[in-house]
Structures are given as C-alpha cells and as structure tokens.
C-alpha cells in the first residue's frame, strides 16, 4: 500500500479524501489543513463520507512530510496564491513524495512552463526523488487526453474543439469568480483571468499537449474573448445577487494555429445565469457539461456531464480531476522520478474498483 496524503480540505481535497479512500493501492496515512477549525476532525467527515477513516487532519506540515509519504495530494487552491502552493509542492517533493496536483497550471505543460516555476521542481526532484504530475478537467483530461483519444477515431481531422460550457453560480469559489472572472463587475472591470497572455497561461499548455500528441507544429496561440452584460438583476442560490448592467457572461478561445488556420481550439463560455447570451453554446441540461468536437470526417461531438455531492456539475468536474490525479500515483510510484505531463501517463481502466465500496 502506498501511503498517501490529501493536502487540504476544500472542494477537491474533499474528492481527493474519497478518490484515495476507494484506491485498493492507496492508504490515507494523513489530511493536512490550513483552517483551524478543521484540525483533530475525521478525514470522513471533512470528506463528506457517512464513516469515520481513522485519520484526524493536522496543521502539521513538517511532521506529516518527516514520515516521509509516499504520495501526496495537493488539493490546496493555487488560483491566488500560486508562490506559496509551488513552495508546498516543492516541499512534498523533497520528501520523497510522488507529488499530484490541479494547483500549478503553468506546470500541465512543463516542457514549456517559465524557468522560475520548472527549475525549483526540478532542484527539488534532484534532491528528494519525488515526482510531480499536475492536471485538471478544463484545463486538463478535457483539453488533452479526450481530444486525442477522439481524434485515433476519425480518418480526416479538420479542427479539433474542446468547450467548457458552464453556470459559474455553482462553484463555490466566489473570490475567484466574482474577482479573478469578473461576474458581477462592472463592464469597464478587467477581469485579471481575461488580461492579454492570462488565458495562454492557463490554457496555452493544453493547446501545445494536442499539438504534440498530433505531431503538428504550432504557429501561435491566439486568445480572443467577448463579455455580456446581465440585462436584469438575478439571485443565485450559492452567491447572492449579481446586478443588472454587470459582467453576467463570459466566451473566450484559445486558437492553435497550425498552417495559418485556427486547428486546435479551446473555448471557454461561462455564465452566471443561463438568462445571459443564449445565442452562445449552451450544455445539453443542467449547469454545465464538457464538450469535444472533432470536424472532420466523420465528424465526432463528445459531450462529457459529471456529477456529485447531490447532484452538483461543479463538484463532478472535481472529482474527474481528482480521479485522473489518484488514479496516476501507483503508475508515478512505479516510474523514475521526474517532472510529468499528460501525454506520458495513461489514462487507464479502474482496475480493482469495480463495485468496490
């Protein structure tokens, strides 16, 4: 059994708490969190479970990383605080620990991440012999291993589409999307997610994953985006009211170009009430779904819709991500040690959980 650590509490630790539970190869050996409130609680209840695990979370950082795990986790929020989550994972990594993580998106794409975040994983790699993979839904499995496992299936393809199409009242992140999308903002607000070289950022590693995974060179990436106003006040049930006349939905793409033409595309259209912009993409039902389009011959339309925690599309997308991440640790453990993307862990069948409780 390979003992794993889940490194905070929130809306994919909670996933990630029950991802590692169900695991046959894993064991729950820890539960760090940051809020004092939570520490001594069961990992089951802090997980949603209807049982206790044994394991009561701790604020404990060095002790937990001096045993010496052999996975960890990192389920903390690195949307904001993107330093302090490289330092965490940095840490783990010295420890020895095979290291999965949503929280560093520059690092989905780590040939072409920035020095100053690639290098001190590296340096840590060196020094501890950990290793780490970072992924996601969107960015992530919905922008690089769906688009190329669908594309094996066509003989012509033309441009390959990869859509988020989302209602943002469902997440419970509402700083980052009041503040960091801009929903509920005035319409001369800058939405920092939306600034010039953002979206390439998060996004631009996926765009390069489908390229390569194609064998096709990139001529540039380029970001296009368009906002709507709210054309009257709506309540939200998770995030309170968001006023007529503010941002109320956003569409943005990132284009591959590949010989002059946009190929491989990444497109974003969220809202904060299905009442704004209905002429743009809308999900089959409910609050949101993840779609791929292959146009091509012939052409394919995938749409993915995930849920859990009562129904929510929201928590469904995170407990995707955590099930690409946990399901990577055995097949990490078993490799060298390394900085890893996508493209080099299989996305394999869930082998020994088939009505596993």
């Known amino acids: 059994m390979i003992s794993t650590v889940v490194w905070g509490t929130g809306n994919v630790g909670r996933a990630a708490i029950r991802a590692v ?14 809020n004092p409130d939570k520490v001594g609680r069961d990992a089951g209840a802090l997980a949603g479970l209807d049982r206790d695990l044994g394991v009561a979370a701790t604020d404990d950082i060095a002790v937990v990383l001096a045993a010496r795990p052999g996975a960890v986790v990192y389920a903390a929020s690195g949307d904001i605080r993107p330093d302090d989550a490289l330092a965490d994972v940095c840490a783990a990594i010295r420890a020895g620990a ?38 996601g839904v969107d960015p992530g499995w919905g922008n690089d291993v769906l688009p190329l496992l669908l594309s094996g299936l066509g003989s012509q393809v033309d441009v390959i589409r990869c859509q988020e199409i989302f209602d943002y009242s469902t997440y419970d992140q509402p700083d980052a999307v009041r503040y960091l999308v801009g929903m509920g903002q005035p319409m001369d607000y800058e939405p920092p997610m939306l600034a010039p070289t953002i979206p390439t950022m998060v996004w631009g590693g996926q765009v390069r994953l489908i390229a390569r995974g194609l064998g096709v060179e990139l001529d540039e990436i380029r970001e296009t985006s368009d906002r709507r106003a709210l054309e009257a006040t709506v309540g939200t049930a998770t995030m309170g009211v968001f006023e007529a006349g503010t941002q109320g939905a956003v569409r943005f793409e990132l284009q591959g170009i590949v010989g002059g033409e946009p190929r491989i595309v990444i497109e974003h259209v969220t809202r904060i009430h299905p009442s704004c912009a209905p002429d743009w993409p809308t999900p089959p039902d409910g609050d949101g779904a993840h779609r791929v389009i292959i146009e091509g ?11 859990d925690e009562g129904g929510s599309r929201a928590a469904g997308g995170n407990a995707t991500a955590v099930g690409r991440l946990v399901g990577a640790i055995d097949w990490l453990v078993a490799a060298e040690s390394g900085l890893y993307d996508a493209l080099d862990i299989p996305l394999r069948p869930a082998v020994g959980k088939l009505g596993r409780m």
Request: charge should be negative.
């Open 98 to 135: 095979v290291v999965v993580s949503p929280a560093l998106f520059p690092l989905y794409d780590p040939v072409n991440a920035p020095a100053e975040l690639r290098e001190p994983v590296l340096a840590a790699i060196a020094a501890g012999g950990g290793s780490l993979f970072c992924s």
């Open 21 to 34: 539970d169900a695991h046959p190869e894993l064991e729950l050996a820890a539960v760090l969190v940051h």
């Open 297 to 307: 011959r012939p052409r394919i339309e995938v749409t993915v819709e995930c849920s």
